[in-house]
């Protein structure tokens, strides 16, 4: 069943305190949260794209089965977040990157040139991707401490499933791919520089 067949996921409760004007000391931090949100969601973006690219693949492998339907499962759960953020930037009035048609082709084309280099490549690019993203929601939740609870707790549970995505992936054969350091490193600039650029654009 495709995402867009599957029944309406249950999204999370969501922060809903506006994003409201106020004194320049504190815009900073309402500017950066603004930043945070856009990123969050261009990245669910480019997740739901590379995860639809490597199934458009896999899909019509003989043998390949398993892992389209493991694909499907985990761009499900990454359409839930990507909705989540959706909602976030309608209710707070944050913009979402002007880059999102760059990284909807850009994440399209990894998930088929990783899944056209086989199982353990598709996996090795799910590590190198969640390994980022691991990293970047950490670093927001240490931002974030005690000022937005809510909006701490959602991402949090983002993250751990992001993780969980990160270890089936390493326990399937991510690290045998072949030239998995290279590709790992290539995947993981990408993705560090597209969070560099959809935090401004």
């Known amino acids: 069943m495709s995402a867009s067949q599957a029944e309406p996921a249950i999204l999370p409760p969501l922060p809903t305190r506006a994003l409201r004007p106020a004194s320049p000391g504190a815009l900073s931090g309402q500017q950066k949260i603004a930043a945070m949100l856009r990123v969050d969601q261009a990245g669910e973006f480019g997740a739901t794209r590379i995860y639809a690219g490597q199934r458009a693949v896999f899909s019509r492998l003989p043998g390949m089965r398993h892992m389209a339907a493991t694909l499907q499962r985990q761009e499900d759960e990454e359409v839930v977040h990507k909705a989540a953020f959706d909602r976030l930037l309608a209710e707070r009035g944050v913009r979402p990157t002007a880059l999102s048609p760059i990284w909807g082709a850009a994440g399209f084309g990894l998930g088929v040139a990783t899944a056209l280099m086989g199982e353990k490549a598709a996996h090795a690019c799910t590590v190198a991707v969640e390994s980022v993203i691991e990293e970047h929601y950490a670093d ?35 690290e045998e791919a072949p030239g998995y350091g290279v590709l790992s490193a290539l995947i993981k600039a990408g993705c560090r520089l597209a969070i560099a650029t959809s935090t401004r654009v």
Do not use: C, S
């Open 140 to 174: 927001q939740l240490a931002m974030l401490g005690d000022d937005e609870p809510e909006l701490a707790e959602m991402i949090a549970q983002f993250r751990d499933e992001e993780v969980a995505h990160k270890d089936e992936a390493l326990a399937a054969g991510a």
